[in-house]
C-alpha cells in the first residue's frame, strides 16, 4: 500500500527554520516525481516545490524561492523541504504528494496522485 508520511511542522518564530519530512511506504521515491504543497486557510493548495524523478530537476515557487529548498534522500525513501527565513505567511497546511511521471515535476496539483495528510507550520511571534 502507498503512503506518505509527513512529519517536522510546528510553530516557529519569523525569520527560524523548519525542516519538513516525507517518508514514502510502498513505492520509491527515486521513480516518482515529488512535490511539496501549502494550504493556508480560507486560501487554495498552491505548489511550493518539487523533485523530478527522471534528473532531479527542481522547481521552487518565487513566493519561497531563495528560502525552501526541496531534497531527496534515496536510503532513507524520504524527501524533504528545508524552510529558511520563515515568514507569517508561510503559515500553512504543508502536504506531500508523488506523482506517477517521468516528465520533469510540475505544481500543478491534479498531476499528483498521491498525497500525505499533512503537516501544520505556523509562522508567528
Known amino acids: 500500500q502507498l503512503q506518505l508520511v509527513e512529519s517536522g511542522g510546528g510553530l516557529v518564530q519569523p525569520g527560524g527554520s523548519l525542516t519538513l519530512s516525507c517518508a514514502a511506504s510502498g513505492f520509491t521515491v527515486d521513480y516518482y516525481a515529488m512535490g511539496w504543497f501549502r494550504q493556508a486557510p480560507g486560501k487554495e493548495r498552491e505548489g511550493v516545490s518539487c523533485i523530478s524523478s527522471s534528473d532531479e530537476s527542481t522547481y521552487t515557487a518565487d513566493s519561497v524561492k531563495g528560502r525552501f529548498t526541496i531534497s531527496r534522500d534515496s536510503a532513507k525513501n524520504t524527501v524533504y523541504l528545508q524552510m529558511n527565513s520563515l515568514k507569517p505567511e508561510d503559515t500553512a497546511v504543508y502536504y506531500c504528494?508523488?506523482?506517477?511521471?517521468?516528465?520533469?515535476?510540475?505544481?500543478?496539483?491534479?498531476?499528483?496522485?498521491?498525497w500525505g495528510q499533512g503537516t501544520q507550520v505556523t509562522v508567528s511571534s
Open positions: 504528494a508523488a506523482a506517477s511521471t517521468w516528465y520533469p515535476c510540475t505544481a500543478v496539483e491534479y498531476e499528483y496522485d498521491y
